[in-house]
């Protein structure tokens, strides 16, 4: 039953999707982490991108454990704003990719959009985004990505290794320099929730879930204050993690080495006693056990570890832990 609206009384959850499919056009999901600077800025330049262009969205800005400023502003924006502002704040900081998780499960609009808050991605670029889902109906998504990236050559190298690699491996297609910058219809967005997964890594679940995705350049802009939570070390992580999660191929690497070094120590024996029967040539071989003994020793501790990785994941998703503990949300319906 809905009046003023508002919803009194709905039976079921189809009702309630149905519902909130007619009211709400756009909603934005912004992850901040030490955005003190920024937040404020990106609801202006937000505000100012979407307002009177005819259509409701709505602005979820997840806290991620800030360290500083971030919730106060956040509290600040929502008193002030209409009637559009959602905040969730987190327990602790869980990565972006819990931040996405929640801001997606929050949003109620028909097409959802993950932007950052440091502005380096201008609000104004949905409505471009949005024009292209609203006229073509075979696009699901639109992803954004960097055709010349604003980073060091090493670090590019690096990244399109990465792509290189992650594609030779694993089935499903990566492509190089799309970004979280994307806009998704309601049906994306529930694939996505259905992928409660702990470890999650974005962007192949945007890939695995599938959907005509239609990618679109765009210019980075800098950021607007503050310094990227990224270095190589945790995006080298991040690269590992996504390369895990992604393809069980590590784990057949043992086998496969496996293969290849009994086949050669069979050959290198069938040598060794034709070389003793036929020629009687007694090969001194200290330096090449010692070496193959560390070789083989070494690739055995690798391959175990991989297993271990698999193994470690495995454990903690078996914990079904929840993906995020908020511990305060701000909602626009409770004003
Ligand atoms: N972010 C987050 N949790 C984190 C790290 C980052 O929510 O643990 C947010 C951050 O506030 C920003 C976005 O994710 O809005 C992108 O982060 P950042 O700008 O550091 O990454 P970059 O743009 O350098 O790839
Ligand atoms: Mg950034």
């Known amino acids: 039953i809905v009046a003023n609206n508002k919803i009194l009384c709905y039976n079921s959850e189809a009702v309630y999707v149905q519902f909130r499919r007619k009211k709400m056009k756009l909603s934005l999901v912004i992850p901040c982490y030490n955005e003190q600077d920024n937040v404020e800025l990106f609801y202006n330049a937000a505000t100012e991108a979407f307002k009177d262009k005819g259509f409701e969205y709505e602005l979820i800005f997840v806290n991620d454990g800030s360290r500083d400023q971030t919730m106060d502003k956040l509290r600040h924006i929502y008193d002030i704003a209409d009637e559009n502002v959602k905040v969730v ?13 929640a801001g997606l499960k929050e949003s109620r609009g028909e097409m959802v959009c993950l932007i950052d808050a440091d502005m380096q991605q201008r609000p104004e670029l949905v409505l471009d985004m949005m024009k292209i889902l609203d006229n073509d109906p075979s696009y699901d998504a639109v992803a954004c990505y960097q055709k010349n990236r604003k980073e060091s050559k090493v670090l590019s190298a690096f990244k399109n290794a990465f792509y290189k690699t992650i594609n030779k491996v694993s089935e499903i297609e990566f492509k190089s320099g799309a970004s979280d910058f994307r806009l998704l219809r309601r049906c994306v967005v529930d694939a996505v929730l259905s992928m409660s997964e702990y470890h999650r890594f974005s962007k192949g679940i945007f890939s695995w879930v599938g959907f005509n995705t239609f990618y679109m350049p765009y210019v980075v802009e800098d950021r607007a204050s503050g310094t990227s939570k990224w270095n190589f070390g945790k995006l080298f992580k991040y690269a590992m993690d996504g390369i895990i999660a992604f393809t069980t191929m590590p784990l057949k ?8 070094s009994s086949a050669a120590s069979i050959i290198y024996m069938i040598v060794v006693i034709i070389q003793k029967l036929a020629f009687d040539i007694n090969i001194p071989g200290y330096a ?10 070494g690739l055995q501790l690798f391959c175990i570890g991989m297993v271990g990785e698999y193994l470690a994941r495995t454990y903690i998703e078996s914990k ?16």
């Open 89 to 101: 704040g987190f327990s602790r900081n869980f990565g972006k990719e819990s931040a996405i998780y």
């Open 320 to 335: 079904h832990r929840p993906i995020y503990i908020a511990r305060e949300v701000l909602d626009y319906e409770d004003k």
């Open 288 to 297: 090449t056990i010692v070496v193959l003994i560390l070789l083989l020793g």
């Open 253 to 260: 690497i043992a086998t496969y080495i496996g293969l290849i």
